[in-house]
């Protein structure tokens, strides 16, 4: 079983050898507010109960059958982090089975590197606090080396705060992507240093451009402004690295037209294109209990009072097993 | 027009132009951004490019000469030898790669991908080739950066004698030896290695 409470997201996921059993979540509602660290944590206590009995009723297995469990220990806030991390020691102490921590970016990677059955993959990761562009390395141990990343904030908190901006309605990505299809080029700030990025130069011009010229034509360049900012850099580093599958994974995988830029680089030079169903590409539990199970099979448990959590645990520090 | 070597943005070509042998590189258009974005980015980076590469050649620094410049692509003398990472690399040419760096740095013209990957050798010549990153700068921190991938990408002996050629070549260097230490003891350079 796997847990995963790094934000918004309180999800259970139930796997046996690799295989989906359930991937079950509830959710705190960001209203146009955003999110409210304390507020999402008591949200996460009161649905904890509710999505793992809904996980194991999806699933058909009893409580007594898992055989371990695993919960995201980062990155991500603090508070959300400590209610996914007490719920799995609480099971894990209960049955009597062994636990390990996960690192959320590493899950959100590995889920879709096997959904995409892909080998050595580049990997984009965007999602809400997170831009980064990932290779498998092995020394000093096997990480997931960061090529490039965002020099500020992830791409999607980059959206959401424009969105707010403009008063527009949650789920920010999606209502920014239906107005741009209706917006014309308005020419923005674009910052590439070789394969990193930053975006807060973006968001400070688009947004004083809010009232100026419509919402429309605003969405339509903050996007692909963005999203080619995400594309240069990631080209960068499939020709640098001689690689020649790329996955596409995190929140912002959801868009469809970032999606459909990434195949158009990949075809360009014949390369594979890889990104998994939305359900993986949200936060979820699933991609945390394949991960853990694989953790697990390979003796790589963790004792209970070294469970610990750690809001800014960066990818290239976690072991990838 | 035979392809020489192809990257993320541009592909480069041998020619021959006004009899001389020559090398264009040509930034293509990308199909995945929308046509707008596309040109302007290949335009300002086309005219960026010549634009240091001339101020660099002016500083007397060793770059293949400008023979025309279009819209999207920069036709250049062709410069033989090997690239430095290829060959091997005598102490005299760190001495004297530290120096060319001070004199571009003099002018202002900051390279932006300073590696031994980036420069060719032929005899007793170095050239400093491909200045698609490169920017027109005077800021001590852009400077810093090009000693910090040079220091990344060599033995820390060579870098030493490179480091001490170029203190000696550049006015300022001081200050930008300072902000390289600088910028080392921030956190994300320290956990990250350079690709």
């Known amino acids: 079983m796997g847990i995963e409470s790094s934000a918004h997201t309180f999800g259970v996921g139930i796997v046996d050898n690799g295989r989906m059993l359930a991937n079950e979540k509830m959710m705190y509602d960001v209203g146009t507010h955003g999110m409210i660290p304390a507020k999402v944590a008591e949200t996460h206590v009161k649905n904890a109960g509710t999505v793992i009995e809904t996980a194991l009723g999806k699933a058909k297995v009893s409580m007594r059958e898992i055989e371990g469990v695993g919960y995201t220990k980062g990155p991500g806030i603090g508070a959300c982090l400590q209610i996914g991390q007490l719920a799995a020691k609480t099971i894990a102490i209960g049955l009597g089975v062994k636990i390990t921590p996960v690192n959320h970016a590493v899950a959100h990677v590995e889920i879709t590197k096997h959904e995409s059955k892909m080998k050595d993959p580049i990997a984009l990761y965007v999602s809400g606090g997170n831009s980064q562009i990932l290779k498998l390395a092995q020394t000093p141990f096997p990480h997931y080396q960061i090529l490039g990343e965002t020099f500020d904030v992830g791409v999607g908190n980059m959206l959401d705060a424009f969105a707010r901006e403009i008063k527009l309605k949650p789920a920010w990505g999606s209502t920014v992507a239906k107005l741009a299809a209706n917006g014309r080029y308005v020419e923005m700030p674009y910052t590439v240093k070789g394969m990193d990025f930053a975006f807060t130069g973006l968001l400070t011009y688009a947004s004083e451009l809010a009232g100026k010229r419509s919402n429309e034509d605003l969405c339509y360049s903050i996007q692909e402004t963005s999203f080619s900012m995400l594309c240069e850099a990631t080209e960068r580093a499939l020709l640098l690295t001689n690689s020649d599958e790329l996955e596409l994974c995190g929140g912002v995988a959801q868009s469809s037209r970032l999606q459909e830029m990434l195949r158009s680089v990949c075809k360009e030079h014949g390369m594979r294109f890889g990104v998994a169903k939305n359900e993986y590409n949200a936060d979820n539990g699933g991609m945390i209990a394949y991960v853990a199970e694989r953790m697990l099979k390979k003796g790589a448990s963790e004792t209970i009072a070294k469970c610990d959590i750690q809001q800014k645990y960066r990818i290239d520090k976690a072991v990838v097993v | ?195």
Do not use: W
């Not at chain 2, 264009?24 to 046509?35: E, G, L, N, P, S």
């Not at chain 2, 596309?38 to 980076?45: F, G, K, M, Q, S």
């Not at chain 2, 900051?110 to 400093?128: R, S």
């Open chain 2, 1 to 195: 027009m035979r392809k020489l070597s192809e990257g993320a943005e541009a592909k480069v070509f041998s020619t021959r132009l006004f009899g001389v042998d020559a090398v264009v590189k040509q930034r293509h258009a990308k199909a995945y951004r929308i046509k707008e974005l596309d040109e302007t980015l290949r335009a300002t980076r086309t005219k960026k490019e010549a634009k240091a590469m001339l101020r660099a050649y002016e500083a007397g620094v060793n770059v293949p000469r400008i023979l025309g410049v279009g819209k999207f692509s920069i036709y250049m003398e062709r410069k033989s030898g090997r690239l430095m990472k290829d060959s091997r690399m005598k102490d005299m040419d760190f001495r004297k790669l530290g120096s060319l760096l001070a004199l571009m740095h003099g002018a202002d013209v900051v390279h932006g991908d300073f590696t031994p990957a980036n420069v060719m050798i032929h005899g007793k010549e170095l050239c400093v080739i491909d200045f698609g990153l490169s920017d027109i700068s005077s800021s001590v921190e852009d400077k810093a950066l090009d000693l910090l991938l040079m220091k990344r990408s060599v033995g820390e002996p060579q870098y030493r004698i490179f480091a001490r050629a170029y203190a000696k070549g550049l006015s300022n260097s001081k200050q930008i030896l300072a902000r390289l230490a600088e910028v080392e003891r921030r956190g994300r350079y320290q956990t990250r290695t350079l690709a």
